[in-house]
């Protein structure tokens, strides 16, 4: 049973490109969350999803970065016009439901130069 | 809100030893209580949990009790080994389960042959 599966594992964008982040779930999870990890430090919840359905994104800030799980392939974490501060490692989790513990992918790397 | 505090890193130790590093938290109900492993290069792997007091969650030889009378959650070992090297992180859920995780920041564990 694969793991949860995230790409690209580094990525590079010059400021005021965009970046998409992309998380496939564990085979039978129906629930993701994104989480930010910046240098150093402990991670911090961005955004948690369904199926279509965004339930929480208390975390995200609010301009520049949305996401989505659609209901067909990976959930999307999007962030346009990147600037320096978005460096960081982008982690997504899955769960079967969403009381159940979470299993995370290898994150993302993402650089912003 | 919910807060979680992890002893401060770095901790070097020599093979054999043992090992507390110590978590405390704030959280309202009665949250769900992680321990998550972060190898190099890796994202998070849950390494044990606890879901109401005086649970004791064990993995690997780790241990770690709940205790919401200090509000505590230390992680202990009686003898560690090189292969624990790593940056362990303590986390809380909500007292539904998991959904999202609070995280503290934590504690590099470096362990010399």
């Known amino acids: 049973n694969a793991g949860v599966m995230q790409n690209p594992r580094h990525l590079v964008r010059r400021r005021g490109q965009e970046a998409r982040l992309r998380c496939s779930p564990m085979k039978g999870h129906s629930h993701v969350y994104w989480y930010r990890q910046l240098p150093e430090e402990g991670l911090k919840f961005m955004v948690y999803?369904?199926?279509?359905?965004?339930?929480?994104e208390s975390g995200m800030p609010k301009e520049r970065f949305s996401a989505e799980f659609p209901k067909e392939g990976p959930s999307i974490l999007r962030i346009q016009q990147v600037v320096r501060g978005d460096s960081a490692a982008y982690f997504c989790?899955?769960?079967?439901?969403?009381?159940?513990?979470?299993?995370f992918g290898p994150g993302t790397r993402l650089t912003v130069t | 809100g919910d807060s979680v505090t992890q002893m401060e890193g770095p901790v070097t130790l020599s093979e054999e030893a043992f090992l507390t590093i110590n978590c405390t938290y704030t959280a309202t109900g009665y949250p769900s209580l992680f321990w998550y492993v972060q190898y190099p290069g890796e994202g998070l792997q849950l390494l044990l949990k606890?879901?109401?007091?005086?649970d004791k969650g064990s993995n690997k030889g780790f241990e770690a009790t709940y205790r919401k009378e200090t509000t505590s959650f230390h992680l202990e070992k009686g003898s560690v080994q090189v292969s624990d090297s790593a940056v362990y992180f303590c986390?809380?859920?909500?007292?539904?389960?998991?959904?999202?995780?609070?995280f503290g920041q934590g504690t590099r564990l470096t362990i010399n042959p």
């Open positions: 989790a899955s769960s079967r439901q969403g009381r159940d513990e979470q299993y």
């Open positions: 606890a879901t109401k007091a005086d």
């Open positions: 986390a809380l859920g909500g007292d539904q389960g998991a959904q999202k995780l609070v």
């Open positions: 999803l369904q199926k279509e359905n965004i339930i929480d």
